[in-house]
């Protein structure tokens, strides 16, 4: 385990310590399988460090095996949101077949308008699900875990992380090529390799403190 | 720029701008004082209570599409929705409080709403 010692609580963090703590992880990748742990993770001295290590042992394990040779690769995508929302909406104006709420009263009127409103997004969020299925059978099949998240807002399409094994990364890189350049009009953003930030899984919750007492350890 | 890690994009101002909009959501730390723990309050509290009205109104959507509604019933829901509506707008008027505010973060859970 890599970690800094210091007395003193760190209260004004700058982007060079965030830098420095990559660049400690990064270095170390090249020559071990490694668990990162989140910047300014503090504990209260050497003894809780053992002590965690020994009850996250099977933990640790498990991860250094699963994480052997392998990183970790970011990808967002933006995608035209407002032209998607807007043919959708002249579709459903076209489109006469579907059940409507009889016009009327006030109450009514607000219904209707509601549930124009719900089934665009339904199909919205259908044709997210579609083009995110499309790129992610792609990348799929260059990676051994992923993790996605769907329309964190409504123009970030994708915000998906990918376990890459380190001899195949550069094949992941052309698979990111080839659906950037298939999909125009969307926004790719694609980052790594990173260490395996997202991909440790531990079964308990490390128990850490943010302010430390006399002696602390900042882990790498 | 790290040692081996690098950020590939043509359009950086976006991403950015994306990446703040669900950091806005997530609060970095909890700042309760005097002067805003009545606003931070009533932010979790209407949090809580607009996510119960969306709830409500898909629920409400989903059976107007399978058509178990009757027409009777489609009123009085219209009417209970848009009141409900707007008695939330009055109250986020009241603790100023903007409709990108009302969310919460669950951790690995994602955001609320």
């Known amino acids: 385990m890599v970690v800094r010692e210091f007395s003193e609580p760190v209260r004004n963090v700058t982007k060079s310590d965030v830098l420095a703590h990559e660049e400690v992880i ?30 996250y042992y099977k933990d640790f394990r498990y991860n250094l095996d699963r994480l052997y ?19 959708i909406r002249n579709s459903h104006k076209k489109s006469k077949h579907e059940m409507t709420i009889p016009d009327g009263s006030l109450n009514k009127k607000f219904m209707g308008k ?13 044709k997210a699900d579609k083009f995110i299925n499309v790129m992610d059978i792609f990348f799929s099949k260059f990676a051994v875990e992923k993790k996605l998240k769907k329309l964190k807002t409504e123009n970030l399409l994708l915000d998906a992380v990918y376990l890459v094994e380190k001899d195949r ?12 350049n298939s999909h125009t009009g969307f926004k790719f953003l694609l980052s790594g390799p990173w260490p395996t930030y997202n991909f440790v899984i531990c079964q308990r919750k490390v128990t850490c403190s943010k302010i430390p007492s006399k002696k602390t350890y900042l882990i790498n | 720029m790290t040692i081996n890690g690098v950020v590939e994009t043509d359009f ?27 606003k931070g309050l009533s932010k979790l509290v209407l949090t809580l209570i607009e996510l119960i009205r969306k709830l409500l109104e898909k629920q409400a959507m989903r ?23 707007n008695k939330m707008k009055e109250l986020k ?12 973060n669950l951790g690995p859970l994602g955001d609320l709403m």
Request: charged letters at 40%; aromatic letters at 10%; hydrophobic letters at 35%.
């Open chain 1, 114 to 126: 509601k549930l124009e409103k719900y089934r665009i997004n339904q199909e919205f969020e259908k």
């Open chain 1, 69 to 87: 040779n392998k990183v970790e690769f970011g990808i967002k995508v933006i995608w035209p949101a407002d032209k998607i929302k807007k043919s």
């Open chain 1, 26 to 55: 990064e270095r170390l990748m090249e020559y071990f399988t490694v668990l990162p742990v989140r910047f300014h993770t503090v504990f209260n001295g050497k003894d809780d460090i053992f002590s965690m290590m020994q009850s």
């Open chain 2, 63 to 85: 059976r107007v599409e399978a058509g178990s509604l009757s027409e009777d019933e489609i009123e009085r829901m219209g009417e209970t929705l848009m009141k409900l509506e």
């Open chain 1, 169 to 180: 990364y550069d094949d992941f890189k052309e698979a990111f090529k080839h659906i950037k």
């Open chain 2, 12 to 38: 950086p101002e976006e991403f950015i701008e994306e990446m703040e909009k669900t950091n806005d959501v997530l609060p970095k730390k909890i700042d309760a004082n005097p002067e805003n723990v009545e």
């Open chain 2, 93 to 104: 008027q009241i603790f100023g409080l903007e409709d990108e505010e009302l969310n919460l």
